[in-house]
């Protein structure tokens, strides 16, 4: 059975595998190849053993390479009022850093 942990990043919480790419939200600092460590770790899961925080499991951490960007599915919003002439139409595409989970320690 592979590592599993959950983390937070920035208000959301990620549930990774050691060798899985996660999108997170955008980093516009970060370049593709370089290193991210993630410190607030909820929960780990080796095997059997399972440890849980509370917030946070302390010295547990997630090491990744950031991979690249990419854009997530458009979103459309549309208001409309009856008999008044009235629609507007919008779209959305929200960008996220996709980062390769290199490994998992805690």
């Given at each position: 059975?592979?590592t ?38 909820s ?64």
């Amino acid at each position: 059975m592979s590592t599993y942990a959950i983390f937070l990043d920035r208000g959301k919480q990620y549930g990774v595998r050691e060798g899985e790419v996660v999108l997170v939200d955008l980093m516009p600092d970060a370049k593709p190849g370089s290193a991210i460590s993630f410190k607030d770790v909820s929960l780990v899961r080796t095997g059997s053993a399972t440890k849980v925080g509370r917030p946070h499991v302390s010295g547990a951490s997630v090491t990744g390479e950031v991979t690249g960007t990419q854009k997530g599915e458009k979103t459309q919003a549309f208001k409309f009022k009856k008999r008044k002439n009235y629609h507007r139409k919008v779209g959305h595409r929200a960008k996220f850093t996709a980062v390769k989970v290199k490994s998992i320690v805690g």
